[in-house]
């Protein structure tokens, strides 16, 4: 069977990885509507994601639901790619846009989640 | 009662692209679209083509495409059908030889790379090669495939990109994969672990809706991905 160019891979890994992110990301999905909506005073400010992003335990939930989800999202883009782009070169081209998006992405979100420190004034107030 | 049928026709050899004619044909609830196409057939236009052989079913050869849905003409009964006017079109995706006859060379060819034949390298039994009655529960569903294309035809994946092998040759895949007298099942499965093998399936059901033996074409597909996953190759 002709196997084109970028995914000559049969998908096998991408299938199963997008099950079992899928399966990590309800849970994680379920913890994350359990505590923004269902505990607490329901009310969601500055104060509250700040006391919650102090706990590495919290830093590490989020760094494992953005990579799920980036995973996720991408899997299922792959698919769509490789289902609709027949010609190699637009192939590539798109393929490259997806993963350069996703690794932007990631570092974007990463970036954010790992330096976030509490109890920075971004805007002093003037004196 | 009179029902009036539009059909799609197209010659190759006068028409440009294909054209919708319209026939009225008396009949009965109980007849069969297949009934109502040979009449037309026999006493309106005889030049309106398409394939039919045993007219029950189980050759697989009327498969078309009624009011928008894929199965066998000759299992579908006007009185099933919604009132109004009744569209049969060839099945979809299939390059058109005539009217309602499509070019189904490629979906065969796709079919026998999947090997659809029992392969046995053991020594020959004195006798026959034995199944249980709980392994043959496993694979009898797929065994009642009849290859009316219906199925692959009616799969968005297989529109998308007709490399995909298709519901049916995967179907038949499962089949053998799952024979306890087979032993080729790894080159089968390495045959159907392709982009354009199982993982094309996105679990649509189309298939399902289409297969006028109501074989779980899908979950068949969802069984030989699971294997992929399990077996080591």
Known sequence: MNTKLVTGDSGV???????????????LLIVHFAVMHFTGTGETNYQIVEAR??????????????????????????????????????????????????????????????????????????? | MKVTFKIQKFNPENDTKPYMKEYTVATHPNAAVLDCLNDIRWHQDETLSFRRSCGHAICGSCAMNVNGKNGLACQTLIKDLKQGVITVRPLPSFPIIKDLVVDLDKFYAKFSKVIPYLNNDGPVPEKERIQLPEQQKIIEESTTCILCASCTS???????????????????????????????????????????GVFRCHTIFNCNEACPKDINITGHIAELKLALVTTKM
């Open chain 1, 13 to 27: 890994k991408r299938w199963f990885y997008q099950r079992l992110t899928g399966i990590f990301l309800a849970v």
């Open chain 1, 53 to 127: 992003l102090a706990s590495p335990l919290w830093k590490t939930f989020d760094l494992a639901f953005l990579a799920f989800a980036l995973y996720h999202g991408m899997a299922g883009l792959w698919v769509v790619i490789d289902d609709y782009v027949h010609r190699d070169g637009w192939r590539l081209l798109i393929y490259s846009a997806a993963v350069l998006a996703a690794v932007l992405f990631f570092t974007l979100g990463a970036v954010t989640i790992i330096t976030f420190r509490p109890h920075i004034v971004w805007f002093p107030p003037k004196v």
């Open chain 2, 154 to 196: 009616s799969c968005p994946s297989f529109w998308a990109d007709d490399d995909y092998l298709g519901p049916a040759a995967l179907v038949k895949a499962f089949r053998y994969v799952f024979d306890t007298r087979d032993t080729t099942a790894e080159k089968r499965l390495k045959m159907v672990n392709d982009k354009n």
